[in-house]
């Protein structure tokens, strides 16, 4: 997943990558914008019943609810809203 968000993000995208079963387990990376990754990744790994850890704006980890991925990008673009609103 590394090599794909290395091709197709710019620093300025907040990119969420999923791979696995649809209604199992899978794992996902959460990468670029630093300060949303640090708020967010947690809380994504908590959503689909993951864990994971991050550095240097990359949030990684296993998940076992991949089925809940509706609910993660949810989580994902009320905060990019939230953030929009406040610039």
Sequence with gaps: ???IANE?????????LTVGDEKGAGLFL???????VEALGPRVAEVLEGKGAGKKGCFQGK????NQRAE???LLQDYIGTQSAKE
């Design 63 to 66: 998940a076992t609810k991949m």
């Design 30 to 36: 959460l990468t670029r914008r630093p300060a949303a």
């Design 72 to 74: 993660a990008q949810a």
């Design 1 to 3: 997943m590394n090599i």
């Design 8 to 16: 197709i993000a710019s620093e300025e995208t907040l990119l969420f």
